[in-house]
C-alpha cells in the first residue's frame, strides 16, 4: 500500500505564488509515474503536471510556463511550484502515485488552493 500526504495549499493573491509538496509512503517501486491534478467545484479533476522516475516531465497547456514539477525520487517527494497565480488556478489540488505492471493508482487527501485578491 502506498500512503500520499500533500501540503503548502493555502490562500494567495492573483500573480503570487505557492509551492506544494508530496510526500510518499509504503510500498513504492523505483519505476513510477507521480503527478498533480486538480479538481474545482463543479469540474472534473484534470492533470496539471506529471513527471516520472527518470525526470520526464509533461503539463497541461493551462499551467504551461507557471508551473514547475520536480522530485527527490530518494526522498519519494514531488513538488510543484506554482508561480504567475491566477483565480482559475482555485482548486483542491491533489498528489498521485502511479506504479506497477496494472498501474496501480494512488491519490492524497488534497490541498486546497485559492487564489484571490
Known amino acids: 500500500q502506498v500512503q500520499l500526504v500533500e501540503s503548502g495549499g493555502g490562500l494567495v493573491q492573483p500573480g503570487g505564488s505557492l509551492r506544494l509538496s508530496c510526500a510518499a509512503s509504503?510500498?513504492?517501486?523505483?519505476?513510477?509515474?507521480m503527478g498533480w491534478y486538480r479538481q474545482a467545484p463543479g469540474r472534473q479533476r484534470e492533470l496539471v503536471a506529471t513527471?516520472?522516475?527518470?525526470?520526464?516531465?509533461g503539463y497541461a497547456d493551462s499551467v504551461k510556463g507557471r508551473f514547475t514539477i520536480s522530485r527527490d525520487s530518494a526522498k519519494n517527494t514531488v513538488n510543484l511550484q506554482m508561480n504567475s497565480l491566477k483565480p482559475e488556478d482555485t482548486a483542491v489540488y491533489y498528489c498521485n502515485l502511479v506504479q506497477g505492471y496494472a498501474r496501480s493508482s494512488y491519490w492524497g487527501q488534497g490541498t486546497q488552493v485559492t487564489v484571490s485578491s
Open positions: 513527471i516520472t522516475s527518470g525526470g520526464n516531465t
Open positions: 509504503g510500498s513504492i517501486l523505483s519505476l513510477n509515474v
